[in-house]
């Protein structure tokens, strides 16, 4: 089955400096591949995705690049405010089903 | 937000108790799922529904069972609680588009003692 590892598990980043989160995924069948936001005490929320036919999707701050080649996708967050402070999950589609294969999360801080 | 209620948000039991945790969706969409969430190990998927009366297992089912009799409803249940099942757990949505994103609930913070 799909197997998806996030990397790094924790990043500390300065206010106003990009934050990058790297994923990796087993299947090569996954076409999509989402992104989820948890902030404390609350559920993940959606903040990106992307499909297989699509190498980069921008929405304001928020960026995520795929790599089918390499098996890999990464988000990434330009100008950093403490509110990015959070957890965020990639994910990647599991073929054949509506199913995901999540990350085990990454946790950010915002250091102002 | 997603219209998705779960209940209770907080829930202290005993071992060996039975406990029924509860999903309620105002989305009318088909699938939906269960996953727990422990320190070190993400989200994983406990059972999920593909319509009403259709359910399948995830990959951590042991001792949890579902039902769902009603579009908007979708309830876990813990046989017989034990510590290993203190966790957060999570309900999901997704409409029935291949591919789509699943939405999901606030959680329930459940401690078995």
């Known amino acids: 089955g799909e197997n998806v590892e996030q990397h790094p598990s924790t990043l500390s980043v300065q206010e106003g400096d990009s934050a990058v989160i790297k994923c990796t995924y087993s299947?090569?069948?996954?076409?999509?591949f989402p992104w989820y936001k948890q902030e404390l005490g609350k559920g993940p929320q959606l903040i990106i995705d992307?499909?297989?036919?699509?190498g980069e999707k921008k929405d304001q701050r928020i960026a995520v690049t795929l790599n089918k080649t390499a098996k890999h996708f990464s988000l990434h967050i330009t100008e950093t405010q403490p509110e990015d402070s959070a957890v965020y999950f990639c994910?990647?589609?599991?073929?054949?089903?509506?199913?995901?294969?999540f990350g085990k999360g990454n946790q950010v801080v915002v250091i102002p | 937000d997603a219209g998705i209620t779960q209940s209770p948000r907080h829930k202290v039991t005993e071992t060996g108790t039975p406990v029924t945790l509860r999903c309620h969706q105002t989305?009318?969409?088909?699938?939906m799922y269960w996953y727990r969430q422990d320190p070190g190990h993400g989200l994983r998927l406990i059972h999920y529904?593909?319509?009403?009366?259709?359910?399948d297992k995830g990959e951590v089912s042991d001792g949890y069972s579902v039902s769902r009799s009603k579009t908007e409803d979708f309830l876990l249940t813990l046989e017989s609680a034990t510590s290993s099942q203190t966790s957060v757990y999570f309900c999901?949505?997704?409409?029935?588009?291949?591919?789509?994103?699943?939405?999901f609930g606030n959680g329930t913070r459940l401690t078995v003692t």
């Open positions: 299947d090569s069948a996954s076409n999509y």
């Open positions: 989305e009318n969409h088909r699938y």
């Open positions: 992307i499909r297989s036919n699509v």
């Open positions: 529904s593909y319509g009403v009366k259709d359910t």
């Open positions: 994910a990647a589609s599991i073929y054949g089903n509506n199913r995901l294969a």
């Open positions: 999901a949505i997704s409409d029935s588009s291949y591919n789509s994103p699943l939405h």
